[in-house]
């Protein structure tokens, strides 16, 4: 068990600029969400999938962001046309799903600056 | 609306024991997270309750109320290394885990 992977560490990009992130969950782990954290805040959820499939995306969430997870194993979240609201701390976490008690398991996030 | 409520920030003395408060109010409730999350870094699993009563896991333990929509986290003999953010977090009625934004434990020698 190697842990939840995300890549890069830390991205900065100029406003309108286009941005993918990347995560690598647990691999026996069949559920992997996204979030966005701010300082002092608690995680805001972004969107999840099981395997493949794309079960829910939060509403607040704006259509230049997008994520994938084309084989069920790694996910990639795109953000088009950055704006420096998006500025924050993007995690990754992933579960075996199989119990409403699994917790979630974390990587160690991607910290997107826009300037 | 969903809300849940901890306090922002906590101190405590090294050796200490604190309690960390959570109320909730949330539409249905499938069970109750404590996370922990030191700066810069990912949060960290730390105790889940479904049902009414006390969790305990060596120096951490968590209790939980339904009928008052309340949780705390207890910590015993308190570490330096213990000096992180605290979060916690309900699942709803569909399944979705809702945040606080949690308590910033601030442990002095």
């Known amino acids: 068990d190697t842990g939840v992977s995300q890549d890069p560490r830390h991205k900065i990009t100029k406003r309108g600029q286009n941005v993918t992130f990347r995560c690598d969950p647990i691999?026996?782990?069949?559920?992997l969400y996204w979030y966005r954290q701010t300082l002092g805040q608690g995680p805001e959820f972004l969107t999840y999938?099981?395997?493949?499939?794309?079960?829910?995306k939060s509403r607040l969430l704006s259509d230049r962001f997008s994520a994938e997870r084309p084989k069920g194993s790694f996910s990639t979240l795109e953000i088009q046309r950055t704006e420096q609201g998006d500025s924050a701390m993007y995690l990754c976490?992933?579960?075996?799903?199989?119990?409403?008690?699994?917790?979630?398991?974390f990587g160690n996030g991607t910290r997107l600056t826009v300037t | 609306g969903q809300n849940i409520d901890q306090p922002t920030e906590m101190t405590a003395t090294e050796g200490a024991i604190v309690q960390i408060n959570c109320t909730y109010q949330?539409?249905?409730?499938?069970?109750l997270f404590w996370y922990q999350q030191h700066a810069g870094e990912a949060p960290t699993f730390l105790s889940y309750?479904?049902l009414d009563g006390l969790e305990e896991k060596g120096r951490f333990s968590s209790f939980l109320s339904r009928s008052k929509g309340y949780s705390y986290l207890l910590l015993k003999e308190l570490q330096m290394k213990d000096s992180a953010s605290y979060l916690c977090?309900?699942?709803?009625?569909?399944?979705?885990?809702?945040w606080g934004a949690g308590t910033k434990l601030i442990i002095k020698p």
């Open positions: 976490a992933s579960s075996l799903g199989e119990t409403e008690s699994s917790p979630l398991h």
């Open positions: 691999s026996e782990h069949n559920r």
């Open positions: 999938f099981q395997n493949e499939a794309q079960l829910e």
């Open positions: 949330t539409s249905g409730f499938n069970g």
């Open positions: 309750n479904v």
């Open positions: 977090a309900v699942k709803d009625s569909n399944y979705q885990l809702i």
